[in-house]
């Protein structure tokens, strides 16, 4: 949490560096891919080979899918999608992209 807390902070004061728009499709693939992990069989080749990505990369989806469950992979993808619109403005007023990241972030670590 404190290191995610560092880096929202630092996009906070450099916010031209990562917009929300950029952040929030570089989370959603990385979690459409380790959600992907849950269906996948074989080994880490077969894994890569089935999720797209080449095997140097498959590690950390599989580390990822040990410390998030299916449920919580499935809960983290929604809350991008409600994020994502709010980042546009949809159910929710104009707030700092920092401030939503905030909030996504620890909606994600709860």
Not at 55 to 68: D, E, G, H, R, T
Request: charged content about 20%.
């Amino acid at each position: 949490m404190a290191k995610a807390v560092r880096i929202i902070q630092y996009f906070a004061a450099n916010p031209k560096v990562a917009p929300i728009q950029l952040v929030l499709p570089s989370l959603y693939s990385f979690f459409i891919k380790t959600y992907m992990v849950f269906g996948a069989s074989g080994g880490e080749d077969a894994i890569a080979k089935q999720i797209g990505v080449g095997p140097f990369f498959v590690k950390s989806y599989i580390q990822a899918s040990k410390a998030y469950s299916f449920r919580d992979v499935e809960k983290i993808l929604l809350l991008l999608h409600i994020y994502n619109l709010k980042s546009l403005g949809i159910n929710a007023a104009r707030v700092e992209d920092a401030e939503l990241l905030k909030e996504m972030v620890v909606k994600i670590m709860m």
